[in-house]
Protein backbone atom coordinates (compact mmCIF):
# COMPACT_ATOMS: atom_id res chain seq x y z
CA UNK A 1 0.00 0.00 0.00
CA UNK A 2 0.65 3.13 -0.34
CA UNK A 3 -0.21 7.02 1.66
CA UNK A 4 -1.76 4.48 4.28
CA UNK A 5 -3.01 5.74 7.87
CA UNK A 6 -3.81 2.38 10.19
CA UNK A 7 -4.79 3.51 13.73
CA UNK A 8 -6.30 2.40 16.65
CA UNK A 9 -6.83 -1.53 15.55
CA UNK A 10 -6.17 -4.71 17.23
CA UNK A 11 -5.47 -7.94 15.85
CA UNK A 12 -6.08 -10.77 18.01
CA UNK A 13 -5.61 -14.52 17.92
CA UNK A 14 -4.64 -14.71 14.12
CA UNK A 15 -2.16 -16.23 11.88
CA UNK A 16 -0.65 -12.87 12.57
CA UNK A 17 -1.20 -9.49 13.51
CA UNK A 18 -0.43 -6.32 11.09
CA UNK A 19 1.57 -7.40 7.85
CA UNK A 20 2.76 -4.37 5.47
CA UNK A 21 4.44 -4.35 2.48
CA UNK A 22 4.02 -0.56 0.71
CA UNK A 23 5.63 2.94 1.24
CA UNK A 24 5.19 5.83 3.46
CA UNK A 25 2.39 4.39 5.42
CA UNK A 26 1.72 5.05 9.15
CA UNK A 27 0.84 2.33 11.61
CA UNK A 28 -0.21 4.17 15.23
CA UNK A 29 -1.56 2.90 18.34
CA UNK A 30 -2.14 -0.82 17.27
CA UNK A 31 -2.11 -3.93 19.35
CA UNK A 32 -1.42 -7.33 17.93
CA UNK A 33 -1.61 -9.85 20.24
CA UNK A 34 -1.71 -13.59 20.92
CA UNK A 35 -1.29 -14.14 17.44
CA UNK A 36 0.45 -17.37 16.23
CA UNK A 37 2.74 -15.60 13.83
CA UNK A 38 4.42 -12.07 13.91
CA UNK A 39 2.82 -8.86 15.46
CA UNK A 40 4.12 -6.16 13.10
CA UNK A 41 4.99 -7.47 9.79
CA UNK A 42 7.57 -5.34 7.41
CA UNK A 43 8.10 -7.19 4.43
CA UNK A 44 9.82 -5.21 1.36
CA UNK A 45 8.63 -1.56 2.37
CA UNK A 46 10.25 2.13 3.02
CA UNK A 47 9.86 5.13 3.87
CA UNK A 48 7.04 3.96 6.87
CA UNK A 49 6.39 5.24 10.22
CA UNK A 50 5.03 2.81 13.20
CA UNK A 51 4.60 4.62 16.30
CA UNK A 52 3.13 4.18 20.08
CA UNK A 53 2.13 0.61 18.45
CA UNK A 54 2.08 -2.90 20.77
CA UNK A 55 3.21 -6.67 20.34
CA UNK A 56 1.89 -8.59 22.99
CA UNK A 57 2.23 -12.38 23.62
CA UNK A 58 2.61 -13.32 19.84
CA UNK A 59 4.43 -16.73 18.73
CA UNK A 60 6.73 -15.17 16.69
CA UNK A 61 8.87 -11.78 16.95
CA UNK A 62 7.02 -8.21 18.30
CA UNK A 63 8.00 -6.67 15.06
CA UNK A 64 10.23 -7.67 12.51
CA UNK A 65 11.44 -5.94 9.71
CA UNK A 66 12.19 -8.88 6.61
CA UNK A 67 13.57 -8.72 3.17
CA UNK A 68 14.29 -5.15 1.31
CA UNK A 69 13.40 -2.58 4.41
CA UNK A 70 14.83 0.51 4.35
CA UNK A 71 14.28 4.15 5.77
CA UNK A 72 11.25 2.73 7.91
CA UNK A 73 10.81 4.28 11.53
CA UNK A 74 9.77 2.85 14.58
CA UNK A 75 9.45 5.25 17.61
CA UNK A 76 8.07 4.53 20.72
CA UNK A 77 6.51 1.04 20.41
CA UNK A 78 6.48 -1.84 22.96
CA UNK A 79 7.24 -5.62 22.37
CA UNK A 80 6.11 -7.38 25.27
CA UNK A 81 6.68 -11.75 26.19
CA UNK A 82 6.67 -12.57 22.49
CA UNK A 83 8.19 -15.84 22.00
CA UNK A 84 10.98 -14.98 20.15
CA UNK A 85 12.20 -11.37 19.62
CA UNK A 86 10.75 -7.96 20.31
CA UNK A 87 12.23 -6.13 17.33
CA UNK A 88 14.27 -7.82 14.49
CA UNK A 89 16.06 -6.79 11.33
CA UNK A 90 16.76 -9.33 8.96
CA UNK A 91 17.52 -10.06 5.42
CA UNK A 92 19.05 -6.69 4.31
CA UNK A 93 16.54 -4.42 6.70
CA UNK A 94 19.00 -1.31 6.13
CA UNK A 95 19.26 2.26 7.20
CA UNK A 96 16.39 1.74 9.31
CA UNK A 97 15.62 3.65 12.73
CA UNK A 98 14.46 2.52 15.60
CA UNK A 99 14.28 5.18 18.86
CA UNK A 100 12.53 5.24 22.41
CA UNK A 101 11.46 1.38 21.88
CA UNK A 102 10.93 -1.24 24.64
CA UNK A 103 11.53 -4.60 24.87
CA UNK A 104 10.46 -6.48 27.95
CA UNK A 105 10.13 -10.18 28.82
CA UNK A 106 10.65 -11.79 25.14
CA UNK A 107 12.08 -15.37 25.00
CA UNK A 108 15.28 -15.00 22.60
CA UNK A 109 16.39 -11.16 21.64
CA UNK A 110 14.48 -7.85 22.94
CA UNK A 111 16.39 -6.50 19.75
CA UNK A 112 18.24 -8.71 16.78
CA UNK A 113 19.79 -7.57 14.08
CA UNK A 114 20.95 -10.09 11.36
CA UNK A 115 22.07 -9.01 7.88
CA UNK A 116 21.37 -5.76 8.15
CA UNK A 117 23.55 -2.38 7.58
CA UNK A 118 23.59 1.11 8.49
CA UNK A 119 20.63 0.94 11.14
CA UNK A 120 20.53 3.33 13.63
CA UNK A 121 19.35 2.22 17.44
CA UNK A 122 18.92 4.65 19.87
CA UNK A 123 17.18 5.36 23.31
CA UNK A 124 15.76 1.85 23.23
CA UNK A 125 15.09 -0.17 26.39
CA UNK A 126 15.76 -4.30 26.22
CA UNK A 127 15.00 -5.81 29.79
CA UNK A 128 14.34 -9.62 31.16
CA UNK A 129 15.08 -10.74 27.50
CA UNK A 130 17.35 -13.46 27.12
CA UNK A 131 19.62 -11.07 24.69
CA UNK A 132 19.25 -7.24 25.19
CA UNK A 133 21.03 -6.49 21.56
CA UNK A 134 22.46 -9.23 19.33
CA UNK A 135 23.91 -7.74 16.05
CA UNK A 136 24.73 -11.10 14.06
CA UNK A 137 26.17 -10.52 10.64
CA UNK A 138 25.10 -7.26 9.85
CA UNK A 139 27.40 -4.17 9.47
CA UNK A 140 27.80 -0.29 9.56
CA UNK A 141 25.39 0.03 12.53
CA UNK A 142 25.03 2.37 15.09
CA UNK A 143 23.56 2.05 19.08
CA UNK A 144 23.78 4.43 20.92
CA UNK A 145 22.15 5.31 24.23
CA UNK A 146 20.48 2.01 24.75
CA UNK A 147 19.48 0.29 27.75
CA UNK A 148 19.91 -3.05 29.03
CA UNK A 149 18.55 -4.44 32.12
CA UNK A 150 18.03 -7.88 33.70
CA UNK A 151 18.65 -9.67 31.19
CA UNK A 152 21.15 -12.71 30.08
CA UNK A 153 23.77 -11.38 28.10
CA UNK A 154 23.53 -7.29 27.37
CA UNK A 155 25.06 -6.81 23.97
CA UNK A 156 25.99 -9.60 21.90
CA UNK A 157 28.12 -9.14 18.64
CA UNK A 158 27.97 -12.47 16.68
CA UNK A 159 30.37 -13.34 13.99
CA UNK A 160 30.44 -11.62 10.23
CA UNK A 161 30.09 -8.54 11.87
CA UNK A 162 31.93 -5.46 10.79
CA UNK A 163 31.92 -1.64 11.45
CA UNK A 164 29.51 -1.27 13.90
CA UNK A 165 29.61 1.69 16.69
CA UNK A 166 28.49 0.74 20.55
CA UNK A 167 28.51 3.93 22.09
CA UNK A 168 27.47 5.24 25.00
CA UNK A 169 24.82 1.96 26.30
Known sequence: GLNN????????????????????NTLSYNTAQNNIGNGF??????DNT??????????NSGFILYG????????YNTAQYNDVNGFYLRDFSNNNT????TALSNNNAGFQLLGGFNNILS???????NYGFLVWSSNS??????????SNHGFQLYQYS???????N
Open 123 to 129: YNTAQSN
Open 41 to 46: FLSSSS
Open 98 to 101: LTYN
Open 5 to 24: AITYNTAQDNIGGFKLTGIN
Open 162 to 168: NNNAFTS
Open 50 to 59: LILNTALGNS
Open 68 to 75: TNSLNTLT
Open 141 to 150: NILFNNTVKN
